[in-house]
Nanobody, 125 residues
Framework: QVQLVESGGGLVQAGDSLRLSCAAS????????MGWFRQAPGKEREFVAA????????YYADSVKGRCTISRDNAKSTVYLQMNSLKPEDTAAYYC??????????????????WGQGTQVTVSS
């Protein structure tokens, strides 16, 4: 049974930092590209960042480029999202996802096979 469990969300002030984690189980983790997406109330789910199987390639949404870093530890089956200089518009539920495809559009949520339940990030101004 595949499980992706996010953690690390919370209520912070603008300018603060958070590190989100997503622990995977039931999958051969290193065979999956991993992505982070977010969804704010009343909005569609949007791409945040993604990382290839061996960490060789990373992808970022323009809205978070320069403020966020995605990384992974295959030995721990965990992917991370370090978020700095948080803004109120970063407020959303953050989801991690796993994509088994060798090549795909990592920004496309429909390409991902498994999803976590999400962790809430709230940034106050």
């Amino acid at each position: 049974q595949v499980q992706l469990v996010e953690s690390g969300g919370g209520l912070v002030q603008a300018g603060d930092s958070l590190r989100l984690s997503c622990a995977a189980s039931g999958v051969f983790f290193s065979r999956y590209a991993m992505g982070w997406f977010r969804q704010a109330p009343g909005k569609e789910r949007e791409f945040v960042a993604a990382i290839s199987r061996n960490s060789g390639t990373t992808y970022y949404a323009d809205s978070v480029k320069g403020r966020c870093t995605i990384s992974r530890d295959n030995a721990k089956s965990t992917v991370y999202l370090q978020m700095n200089s948080l803004k109120p518009e970063d407020t959303a539920a953050y989801y991690c996802a796993a994509d088994s495809s060798l090549v795909s559009d990592r920004r496309d949520s429909t390409k991902y096979d498994y999803w976590g339940q999400g962790t809430q990030v709230t940034v106050s101004s």
